[in-house]
């Protein structure tokens, strides 16, 4: 059993990270520093004091509202930072301290920037997604996770060729093969293909609720990635008993 105050501890780092996410979210897809200036009101473009950015606990104090000018502020901002402190906490009790929990935790932060990157603006900036395939490949084991990083973006990228081909379209973006070369590096195979699996469950009824619309892919890559990492065990006990009964 975890000490509450460890596993509090990794919560509110976990939501300090949300917190600098949300900024990347905002200012990545419109080529902005992340770094400066410090943050500001986007309605009325004043700056923001510092008890403004606590953590989900400045969206409740004013009550989602700017403090200059009232305008509402979006509830992505204490969402993005309550899921980010959750998957701190879970990837903690899936891991513990070991010394690529961090790098593990930073891959999924990201994958979440892109998540709402995605959703939002239909985009997948590359500088996001290549710094989490970076980073995903340092594993226990560097060389198996560079070897599925490039099996499973291999595999993605001649699959896509093929789908392309034969539907006359574009069959998936490109951040997708590089999304599914970080799949590959966390998760190893035959993970991989489960998280594939479970991607393409979970991207159905957005699907078909959209009809022509676009609906972008990575964010369902994404949460099936993190769902397969943290239930591992009870995947492969899955695909057992459908295998052998």
Same mark, same amino acid.
């Given at each position: ?15 300090? !990270? /949300?917190?600098? %996410? ?23 473009? +004043?700056? %923001? ?6 953590? !989900?606990?400045?969206? =409740? ?8 000018? +009232? ?13 980010? /402190? ?7 009790? +899936? ?10 935790? !930073?891959?999924?932060?990201?994958? =979440? ?9 239909? @985009? ?7 710094? @989490?395939?970076? =980073? ?36 998936? /973006? ?21 998280? =594939? ?10 699907? %078909? ?17 993190? !769902? ?8 492969? @006990? ?8």
């Amino acid at each position: 059993m975890y000490d509450i105050f460890l596993v509090v501890t990794v919560f509110i780092f976990g939501i300090v !990270i /949300g917190s600098f %996410l949300n900024v990347v979210i905002y200012r990545i897809p419109k080529g902005e520093n992340i770094a400066y200036p410090a943050s500001k009101c986007q309605n009325c473009q +004043k700056h %923001l004091k510092w008890w403004h950015n606590i953590p !989900i606990i400045s969206w =409740l104090i004013l009550g989602g509202k700017c403090y200059f000018c +009232k305008e509402k502020i979006s509830m992505q901002y204490p969402i993005v930072e309550f899921s980010t /402190g959750i998957m701190a906490v879970l990837l903690f009790f +899936k891991l513990g301290l070991v010394w690529y929990m961090p790098i593990v935790f !930073i891959v999924f932060s990201i994958l =979440l920037a892109l998540v709402m990157i995605d959703f939002k603006y239909l @985009a997948v900036p590359d500088s996001l997604n290549l710094l @989490a395939l970076a =980073l995903a490949i340092i594993q226990p084991n560097i060389i198996d996770s560079i070897q599925y990083a490039l099996m499973a973006s291999g595999g993605l990228a001649l699959l896509r060729y093929y789908l392309s081909y034969f539907l006359k379209k574009e069959a998936m /973006g490109e951040g997708d093969i590089i999304v599914a070369g970080t799949m590959g590096a966390l998760l190893g195979f035959p993970l991989f293909f489960y998280a =594939l699996f479970l991607s393409a469950i979970l991207a159905i009824v957005p699907s %078909l609720i959209s009809k022509d619309k676009i609906v972008p892919f990575v964010p369902f890559l994404a949460i099936a990635t993190f !769902i397969v990492y943290i239930a591992d065990k009870e995947f492969y @006990a899955l695909a057992e008993w459908i295998m052998y009964g």
